[in-house]
């Protein structure tokens, strides 16, 4: 009997009211339901914006008037400053919810920046051939990675190990430890550049903060090509998630409940105009966004959408399971690191653009900042497990950590320790997540 059965039919207000609480309460744990089989994913969004309010609140505090994390200037350089380690998380997270490691990133980057400074300047090859030179040398890399990993059994860590160390000295012998620059202007701006303002528009400006809270505003021109991509985005955003969700309803999965989807779209509606608001109110979108927005949506659509998507996420999860069910498991893991090696490319030749020269010494550490950003953003130590969004917000996790501490003149030292900290205790949560499930 429902709720307006009961008013109809002058049910005594007792069972009113108790017919009212099994629904609250049926809507209460439907919502817990929900949260806990998406902690991974909502857990690590909410870490995100409490870490980006926390930096917020303390560079307002302890800068001088209009310095703090949330200006336009500084989300703009985190964008830029990040752009390469970003690239690089999506690839690592194939990696690893495939099962393995890479830990040649770095030194891939370092070899094909390397070559690349070589062909422009030594060679004079045409930019945009470089480029695809480059990415079709980071697939040959990935070739012969992949081939000793999947086909001759060797496990990645040993191959990769190897392949750092390889690399590496490459690099080094083929710049003999200088470094090749400038570049031509078309090659920095993959980096350095940003969209056209073809549509400006008069406006209301943010600037910054000013006396801790009070936000700064002025008039000026807003990028408008950034604000209509954004409008965009959010369209295609409620798009895309209404389809998924009417998809889901249709087959008679659970959809959760509906408040709390309402409630999700317009919170990341309100992230997507804010943000893009702020670099509106800059130079607008920087061209390394738009390649991130591209390899996002790309990787997004093939893990989600795709076989070879789920073929990896099999193999991870169990790689004899998903043999006997036909799938080809080592031409799987020998496409993954194949992939990784065009990714890694490409993230050398974005950094090799921001640096304006080729250096021996680009792409240190860049491994272990993707490795921490995939298993930040929800990666499964064993693998079978992860997102490339996961991996996006795990590399901003650490980006925005990074560069709120830098401004708030946190030494080198201690930047090291908090991070490996952070690791730890995603690694610990995914742990913890684990058995729980299992109990």
């Not at 307002?60 to 336009?72: A, M, N, Q």
């Not at 964008?79 to 830990?103: E, F, K, P």
């Not at 081939?147 to 490459?170: D, E, H, N, S």
């Amino acid at each position: 009997m429902t709720l307006r059965d009961l008013i109809t039919e002058g049910e005594n207000t007792d069972e009113i009211v108790a017919a009212t609480a099994r629904r609250q309460t049926g809507a209460l744990a439907a919502l817990r339901k929900t949260l806990r089989g998406n902690v991974r994913q909502y857990g690590m969004t909410v870490a995100l914006i409490a870490i980006v309010v926390l930096f917020q609140i303390l560079t307002t505090v302890k800068l001088s008037d209009g310095v703090s994390l949330l200006t336009p200037l500084n989300v703009t350089n985190v964008i830029l400053q990040n752009g390469y380690i970003l690239v690089l998380a999506v690839g690592m997270m194939l990696v690893i919810i495939n099962g393995h490691i890479d830990l040649s990133v770095g030194s891939v980057c370092a070899l094909v920046g390397a070559l690349t400074g070589i062909a422009i300047v030594h060679w004079h090859w045409p930019w945009p051939v470089v480029v695809v030179a480059g990415l079709a040398l980071g697939a040959v890399i990935g070739v012969w990675q992949g081939y000793w990993i999947a086909y001759v059994k060797i496990p990645a860590f040993i191959v990769t190990l190897g392949g750092m160390l390889l690399f590496r000295g490459l690099a080094q012998l083929v710049l003999q430890g200088q470094s090749i620059g400038p570049f031509p202007q078309g090659f920095v701006n993959i980096a350095a550049g940003y969209l056209p303002n073809w549509l400006p528009i008069h406006a209301v400006v943010f600037d910054g903060f000013r006396h801790g809270i009070v936000v700064h505003l002025r008039v000026g021109d807003l990028h408008g090509a950034t604000l209509l991509l954004g409008i965009a985005a959010i369209a295609a955003l409620v798009w895309q998630q209404l389809r998924l969700r009417g998809r889901r309803r249709s087959y008679g999965l659970p959809t959760g409940p509906r408040s709390l989807f309402v409630a999700k779209m317009v919170a990341l509606g309100l992230v997507i105009g804010a943000f893009t608001y702020v670099l509106a109110s800059y130079n607008g979108i920087p061209i390394i966004g738009l390649i991130l927005v591209a390899v996002i949506l790309v990787y997004s659509f093939v893990m989600n959408r795709t076989v070879i998507g789920r073929r990896i996420y099999a193999v991870g999860g169990n790689e004899k399971a998903a043999a006997l069910s036909g799938v080809n498991t080592r031409g799987n893991t020998f496409w993954v690191f194949v992939n990784m090696g065009v990714l890694a490319a490409l993230a050398g030749i974005i950094f090799a653009a921001r640096l304006g020269d080729a250096t021996p010494k680009a792409g240190q550490n860049f491994e272990l900042d993707a490795i921490a950003a995939a298993f930040v953003g929800g990666a499964s130590a064993g693998g079978g497990i992860g997102t490339v969004v996961g991996a996006i917000v795990g590399a901003l996790v650490m980006g925005v950590m990074n560069n709120g501490m830098s401004m708030l003149g946190v030494g080198s030292d201690w930047q090291q320790v908090i991070k490996g900290l952070v690791l730890l205790a995603a690694v610990a949560f995914d742990v913890y997540n684990k058995k729980r499930a299992a109990t």
